[in-house]
T-cell receptor
């Protein structure tokens, strides 16, 4: 069975500052993908960033980057230059590389202070 | 526009009154699934379908039914809703062919269900 754990229920960040969200996971698969999803108040699920487990290089999408530590089974998300629009719930998720099911963590709410 | 459409977006019902939440996708995806989202628990898979007439249980199937008579539609049925089924529900679809990101999930807008 796969599990994903997000230990921070809520994080607060000042606008323009940086915040890091942590995520740990467990899987017996050797080939898998990790994701961060953003859920704003509209409830829409928005894919923020994706990391292939076989790639050592950390994924980056504009102001969003990850720190993928495969041996430690850790997958943190860094949001740089935080903006008011970044305020949302963020979910870490895991999927087998050739599968369709997503296993989610419990979520971290990010508050951005102006 | 590629999309997954869920209806209704909000629903308040009473215990025991059968209801159906509809889900439709226009991307010809084989794989469809239902998730429920609860505070602190994230999203958990209820049921999934790998193709027409093929459905199977996810992690939290109790109290739910699904059907897949057509490829585009995957309704979620609560035959006798109870208050512990009060939750936010998401339908998702993806291609079953290949690997991520080809199998990336598309989510519906969510259905907020309250059972009183």
């Amino acid at each position: 069975a796969q599990t994903v754990t997000q230990s921070q229920p809520e994080m607060s960040v000042q606008e323009a500052e940086t915040v890091t969200l942590s995520c740990t996971y467990d899987t017996s698969e050797s080939d898998y993908y990790l994701f961060w999803y953003k859920q704003p108040p509209s409830r829409q699920m928005i894919l923020v960033i994706r990391q292939e487990a076989y790639k050592q290089q950390n994924a980056t999408e504009n102001r969003f980057s990850v720190n993928f530590q495969k041996a430690a089974k850790s997958f943190s998300l860094k949001i740089s230059d935080s903006q008011l629009g970044d305020a949302a719930m963020y979910f870490c998720a895991l999927a087998k590389a050739a599968g369709n099911k997503l296993t989610f963590g419990g979520g971290t709410r990010v508050l951005v202070k102006p | 526009e590629a999309q997954v459409t869920q209806n209704p977006r909000y629903l308040i019902t009473v215990t025991g009154k059968k209801l159906t939440v509809t889900c439709s996708q226009n991307m010809n995806h084989e794989y469809m699934s239902w998730y429920r989202q609860d505070p602190g628990l994230g999203l958990r898979q209820i049921y999934y379908s790998m193709n027409v007439e093929v459905t199977d249980k996810g992690d939290v199937p109790e109290g739910y039914k699904v059907s897949r008579k057509e490829k585009r539609n995957f309704p979620l049925i609560l035959e006798s809703p109870s208050p512990n089924q009060t939750s936010l529900y998401f339908c998702a679809s993806s291609s079953h062919r290949g690997r991520v990101p080809d199998t990336e999930a598309f989510f519906g807008q969510g259905t907020r269900l309250t059972v009183v």
